[in-house]
């Protein structure tokens, strides 16, 4: 069956102008969509130009919380823009961090507001990065409601106690192959409790690299570092199948039907 990656950043330096190679074998593995995240002004037209010249790419443009103060003075307009030229655009990634050192939070939760608002006038999906800031996400998205269709929580690290909640106020929770490491125990426990109808599965490629006896697809950068491949998302699909103990047939049709009903 096919399989759709909710969240990448095939736009990456890292891949090294390799994208049309990397697509070519993502769809040799039965990736038949995937979203590409923008993470700022300085990527957002690579991620353009890859939805115009491949139809598996679907474009999503955002700030991410860690360029959130290395914006133009217009980088709403600018963004108001692209997802107006994309009716199928989504938003993203955006989000809150409290975790990575030197960041500064301030300034943060008004990009993210700005960026979740549009989000919702234009009814378009979301993806949402959060780390260590868990409760402020919840209480800006009960204060600010978001768009009908829904938003995913990339790489959902929260709490179990708090999947019900986020799926009240339209949480999809998005599945890495990185949790498949044998120290994220706690991450698959709580994917366990995720709704069904609520999953979905990501790479974050080149990011979130998968152990190595599940690394169909080894990759590595110009300096030789590993790296994440898009295509390793049928690996994702299978050990999120194992871990929920469905067959994996099952398990890609749900996923299908959840990515659809999001991302259209």
């Given at each position: 069956m096919p399989l759709y990656d909710a969240h990448n950043h095939l736009q990456d330096d890292r891949f090294a102008g390799a994208q049309a190679t990397l697509l070519a074998e993502a769809a040799s593995a039965g990736v038949a969509r995937m979203v590409v995240n923008g993470c700022g002004e300085a990527d957002w037209p690579d991620v353009?130009?890859?939805?115009?010249a491949y139809p598996a790419v679907l474009p999503s443009y955002g700030v991410h919380p860690?360029?959130?103060?290395?914006?133009?003075?217009?980088?709403?307009?600018?963004?108001?823009?692209l997802l107006h030229a994309d009716?199928?655009?989504?938003?993203?990634?955006?989000?809150l961090d409290r975790w990575k050192e030197d960041?500064?939070?301030?300034?943060?939760?008004?990009?993210?507001?700005?960026?979740?608002n549009l989000a919702a006038r234009l009814n378009r999906p979301a993806s949402i990065h959060c780390l260590k800031a868990w409760g402020r996400l919840q209480e800006l998205l009960r204060a600010h409601p978001g768009p009908d269709r829904?938003?995913?929580?990339?790489?959902?690290?929260?709490?179990a106690e708090m999947i019900r909640s986020f799926t009240d106020l339209g949480a999809y929770f998005s599945f890495p192959g990185y949790y498949l490491?044998?120290?994220?125990?706690?991450?698959?426990?709580?994917?366990?409790?995720?709704?069904?109808?609520?999953?979905?599965?990501?790479?974050d490629a080149p990011d979130q690299g998968l152990p190595d006896e599940?690394?169909?697809?080894?990759?590595?950068?110009?300096?030789?570092?590993?790296?994440?491949?898009?295509?390793?998302?049928a690996a994702v699909y299978a050990g999120l199948a194992r871990?929920?103990?469905?067959?994996?047939?099952?398990?890609?049709?749900?996923?299908?039907?959840n990515f659809q009903r999001v991302f259209g």
């Open positions: 353009a130009r890859l939805a115009r860690w360029y959130h103060t290395e914006q133009s003075p217009r980088w709403l307009e600018t963004l108001e823009h009716p199928h655009a989504a938003v993203g990634e955006i989000g960041l500064p939070y301030a300034g943060q939760e008004e990009v993210f507001l700005a960026q979740w829904g938003f995913v929580l990339h790489s959902y690290g929260g709490p490491h044998p120290r994220k125990e706690r991450q698959r426990d709580t994917f366990r409790l995720v709704p069904r109808d609520r999953l979905l599965a990501e790479t599940r690394n169909t697809h080894p990759l590595r950068d110009p300096a030789g570092h590993p790296i994440n491949h898009p295509a390793n998302l871990l929920r103990q469905e067959a994996p047939e099952r398990m890609a049709e749900a996923l299908a039907e």
